[in-house]
């Protein structure tokens, strides 16, 4: 359905101080902004009449940058985009890559990367938790949530070699095989979880206080979610149906048993609660596939160089944050011919105008903490 | 509300209990909580004090490798240059004169060896990439320094200490 939004009616022009109207700089080096996100924020008194983000100051040309690198080279560059799910955007490159050359991927393989996907959503979760609460004035959150989330990045740094970009996903597979310690760490990280995620709800989501402030904040309806082309928990806090592991299931996420989390509430905290729920889901998916690891290759078999054939391949994904596609044209060569990501972040931020307006200037820093932004990923 | 697919959750709100709408009782169960941990086992490192292990697999820093013999196993053939996505690794290939056997292994070897530690994204292909393993990834990572020449590390920083010549240097290098 089209609704004339009313952001084209409103921009801010010259005649705005005239009209009482003030205009403010956030960012791009503002300790409330995550990262250099820059937000020119238009005021009346306290009242947000307009918020238009400015982009471009982290932007590294990622996807020119991806036109001379070969298939195998060009996934590590996306870890370097959403850092927080970097090893999902990495899936992703790998899945289209093997679409285009028609591999099939042994069981092993897609097991190992469902599990590590799985943690990778809920180490970004966390570190979200930590910081959105951090952003509204609560601190402790956020050295609980980095205790937990260490916990995952050991496991990944002693599985994959790093912390944060992982690069462990090669096309056909992953790049070597699991530690032995593997199971037995995500085993223990999940029991302690369990108990850390009551206490999340303790100390945070029962209390009265953070509630008003995230509560009737933020509000964007279905219809206005869709026409910005939200997706992932932001989306689905509005009650859009959108998650791809569900619509579109790649690997064996059809095999899977879990619930896609919606909520109606359509505020901010109606986000959050979704990625509440979605931590315990992702704990679920984990629970169900550690014990059954196949046995096997962890890689398949595939040539030195890899050559696409001429075409066009599009994979999509579900990241922590949203839908993440590759769209790769190949001319038949080592390299692509173009390469276009499509980051959720972008998209998502392109709604928080149409969100922040007409809430108070104190209430953006938790519209913008529920839309969980990770700027390299809008800016790329 | 009918969802597309049938398969999501719907999460509706409960009204609040008029417990959890006191503030004072908010207020002091997030206290409990927080003083709690006073008597629960830190979770920081004492950093440089207290040192954490790294896995085997961990990518840090880059050692170039030597046989047991003490000769350097790079032969200057380029692939981890050509697989590196950074572009990183820049070398120079020389070849071997009579009675430099003990140094090098093959006729040819690399002269010249850097790799920029600034443009490195530690993705480990080079290690991949190399047929010799004469290239690996260790478990040191990067250290700090006040000018931008010093991370051009050369092969004077890369090459792993000679286990004939220092044992000690090397066995500390290979991790064990
Ligand atoms: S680790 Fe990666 S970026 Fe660094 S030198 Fe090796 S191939 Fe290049
Ligand atoms: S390190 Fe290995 S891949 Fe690189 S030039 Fe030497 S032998 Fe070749």
Redesign the pocket.
């Not at chain 2, 196993?73 to 240059?81: E, I, K, P, Y």
């Not at chain 2, 990439?129 to 290239?135: G, I, T």
């Given at each position: 359905m089209y609704r004339t939004t009313d952001i084209l009616t409103n921009t801010p022009n010259a005649s705005l101080s005239e009209a009482g109207y003030m205009v403010i700089n956030v960012g791009p080096q503002h300790p409330a902004t995550h990262g250099v996100l820059h937000l020119v924020i238009t005021l009346s008194g306290e009242t947000i009449i307009n918020v238009e983000p400015h982009l471009g100051y982290i932007h590294r040309s990622i996807e020119k940058m991806c036109e001379s690198l070969t298939y195998r080279q060009f996934i590590y560059t996306t870890s370097r985009m959403d850092y927080l799910s970097s090893h999902i955007n990495n899936h992703c490159c790998a899945l289209s890559v093997e679409k285009g050359l028609q591999i099939e991927i042994p069981d092993r393989a897609k097991y190992i990367r469902i599990i590590l996907d799985e943690l990778t959503r809920l180490a970004s979760h966390q570190l979200w938790w930590g910081a959105m609460a951090m952003d509204i004035g609560a601190i402790t959150p956020f050295f609980y949530a980095f205790r937990e989330r260490e916990m995952i990045n050991d496991i990944m740094e002693e599985t994959c070699g790093a912390r944060l970009t992982m690069n462990y996903m090669v096309p056909g597979g992953v790049m070597f095989d699991l530690h032995p310690n593997f199971q037995k760490k995500v085993k223990e990280f999940i029991a302690f979880f369990k108990s850390k995620i009551n206490e999340y709800d303790e100390i945070l989501t029962g209390n009265i206080i953070f509630q008003n402030r995230m509560k009737g904040v933020g509000i964007i309806s279905k219809e206005d979610a869709i026409s910005y082309g939200c997706t992932g928990p932001t989306a689905r806090g509005s009650g859009v149906s959108c998650d791809v592991r569900k619509l579109y299931p790649y690997e064996i996420y059809n095999r899977i048993e879990f619930d896609e989390i919606i909520n109606n509430g359509c505020d901010s905290f109606a986000r959050y609660e979704v990625r509440m729920q979605e931590m315990k889901q992702s704990l679920k998916i984990i629970e169900q596939l550690i014990d059954n690891i196949p046995e096997g290759d962890f890689q398949a078999k595939t040539k030195t160089v890899l050559k696409l054939p001429k075409g066009e391949f599009y994979t999509r994904v579900e990241t922590a944050r949203g839908e993440f596609g590759v769209y790769i044209v190949s001319e038949g060569g080592t390299t692509p011919y173009r390469i276009k990501f499509r980051s959720p972040g972008f998209s998502n931020l392109s709604a928080l105008n149409h969100m922040a307006k007409g809430n108070k200037i104190g209430d953006l820093v938790a519209i913008m903490g529920s839309i969980d932004l990770v700027i390299p990923d809008i800016d790329r | 509300m009918q969802t597309l697919t049938n398969r999501a959750k719907l999460v509706e709100r409960k009204p609040l209990s008029f417990i959890e709408r006191v503030y004072l009782w908010n207020i002091l169960k997030g206290l409990i909580i927080t003083f709690s941990h006073i008597f629960k086992k830190k979770p920081t490192i004492q950093y440089p004090e207290v040192k954490r292990t790294f896995s085997p697999v961990f990518r840090g820093l880059h050692v170039?490798n030597r046989d047991e013999e003490g000769r350097e196993?790079?032969?200057?053939?380029?692939?981890?240059?050509v697989?590196c996505p950074a572009e990183a690794?820049t070398?120079e290939a020389a070849e071997r004169l009579p009675g430099e056997e003990h140094l090098y292994r093959e006729e040819k070897y690399?002269a010249r060896?850097e790799i920029n530690m600034l443009r490195c994204i530690f993705c480990g292909l080079?290690e991949e990439?190399?047929?010799?393993?004469?290239?690996y990834l260790s478990e040191t990572f990067a250290g700090a320094n006040f000018n931008r020449e010093s991370f051009v590390y050369g092969k004077e920083n890369l090459l792993i200490p000679n286990p004939k010549t220092d044992p000690e240097g090397y066995a500390k290098a290979k991790g064990n």
């Open positions: - | 170039l196993r790079c032969t200057a053939c380029g692939l981890c240059a697989a690794i070398m690399a060896y080079c990439a190399c047929p010799k393993d004469a290239v």
